[in-house]
C-alpha cells in the first residue's frame, strides 16, 4: 500500500494523473446534501469531484455516539450521481491537500475557498453565500416517488389529504444541550408559541411531530400543548430512516423547526409562498430568512 501510495503522490505531483476534489461526507441526510452540493460548485467549474465515505465505515453515529448515521443519500435522492473516492485517494487527499480554511459551520463572508483548484480536500461544514446555496439546492433537490415505503407512503398520502397540516421538528440526541454552532436547543416555550400561533391561524390545525427521541416528545412535549387528537407523533423511522421523515416533513404545509437542519430542509424541498416556516428567535438562526419565503422567529 505504501509503495501504491508514493506511486499515486508521484504521478499526480507530476501531473500525470488528474487532480480531484476530495469532499468529506459525513452526518446525517441533511449534512450529506450540503456537502454533495459543495462538491457540485466545484463540479460545475470542470473540476474532477470525488466524495470521501469513509465516515460510515468508521464512525456513523452522532456526536454523542447514540444515534446511527447511514449514507442515505442516494436512497432519498436516487437520479443523483456521484464519484465516490477510494482509500488511496482518501489518505493521499486528506493528508496532503487539506484544505485548513474554516470548516467549523460558523457563518463567515470570506468565501474564497469556492476559488481553490485541484488537488484539494474539502472535509466540514464550509457557509455557502446564501444566493448561491439556494439556487443549487433547488436545481439539486427534489422529492420522487419510489422513496419511501409502504408505511410511509401511507402516511404521506394521509398528510397530502389533510387541510392545514404542520411538521413539528423536534431536534434532541446530540443538541438538546447548547452547541456552538447551533446555539441553545429550542424550549418548551418556544414549541407552545408556535403551536398556538397556527391554533390561531386555523380553525382545524393538524400536528405531526418529528424528532429523534419521539418518547421525549409524548411524555414531556405534548403534555404541554393544548393539543387534542390532532396531532401524531411520528416514530415509524429512527435515525437509520431519517430520510424518510424529511420527505415527510416537506409534504405538510407549514414547519415548525427547532435546532438542526431536517425540519428546515423540509421546508426548503417544497417551499412555497403560501406557506410559513418558524424558527426559534435566536442568532444562529437568522441566516434562513434569506432562504425560505415566510419565516417567523418567536
Known amino acids: 500500500m505504501n509503495v501504491k501510495r508514493s506511486l499515486y503522490k508521484r504521478m499526480l505531483k507530476m501531473k500525470l494523473m488528474p487532480p480531484k476534489v476530495v469532499t468529506l461526507m459525513d452526518g446525517g441526510i441533511c449534512s450529506q446534501m450540503h456537502q454533495f452540493l459543495l462538491g457540485q460548485l466545484f463540479e460545475e467549474r470542470g473540476f474532477r469531484v470525488s466524495y470521501d465515505l469513509s465516515f460510515y465505515e468508521e464512525w456513523g453515529s452522532d456526536l454523542n455516539d447514540a444515534f446511527v ?49 485541484p488537488p484539494v480536500y474539502l472535509g466540514g ?28 407512503e401511507t402516511l404521506r398520502n394521509e398528510i397530502q389529504q389533510t387541510p392545514h397540516t404542520i411538521a413539528v421538528h423536534v431536534r434532541r440526541g446530540d443538541l438538546k444541550e447548547e452547541v456552538f454552532a447551533y446555539g441553545k436547543p ?14 390561531e391561524k386555523y380553525a382545524v390545525p393538524f400536528f405531526y411531530f418529528f424528532s429523534d427521541e419521539p418518547g421525549w416528545v409524548a411524555q414531556e412535549l405534548i403534555p404541554s400543548l393544548p393539543l387534542v387528537q390532532n396531532y401524531k407523533v411520528i416514530d415509524r423511522n429512527g435515525s437509520d430512516k431519517g430520510y424518510m421523515d424529511l420527505f415527510l416533513i416537506a409534504s405538510c404545509r407549514h414547519q415548525i423547526t427547532s435546532k438542526g437542519t431536517l425540519g428546515k430542509y423540509g421546508a426548503l424541498l417544497m417551499d412555497n409562498p403560501d406557506k410559513q416556516v418558524l424558527f426559534c428567535n435566536d442568532p444562529t438562526e437568522y441566516p434562513w430568512k434569506e432562504l425560505v419565503y415566510n419565516p417567523v422567529f418567536i
Open 69 to 117: 448515521r447511514n449514507f442515505d443519500l442516494l436512497k432519498a435522492f436516487p437520479y443523483l450521481r456521484m464519484n465516490v473516492a477510494s482509500k488511496m485517494v482518501i489518505d493521499v487527499y486528506e493528508h496532503r491537500y487539506y484544505y485548513k480554511g474554516n470548516n467549523t459551520g460558523v457563518r463567515e463572508e470570506d468565501f474564497s475557498f469556492l476559488n481553490l483548484t
Open 125 to 152: 461544514y464550509y457557509h455557502l453565500p446564501p444566493e448561491l446555496w439556494l439556487k443549487t439546492f433547488n436545481r439539486l433537490f427534489r422529492l420522487t416517488s419510489n422513496v419511501l415505503d409502504e408505511t410511509n
Open 186 to 199: 429550542a424550549t418548551l416555550t418556544y414549541f407552545q408559541k408556535a403551536v398556538q400561533l397556527f391554533m
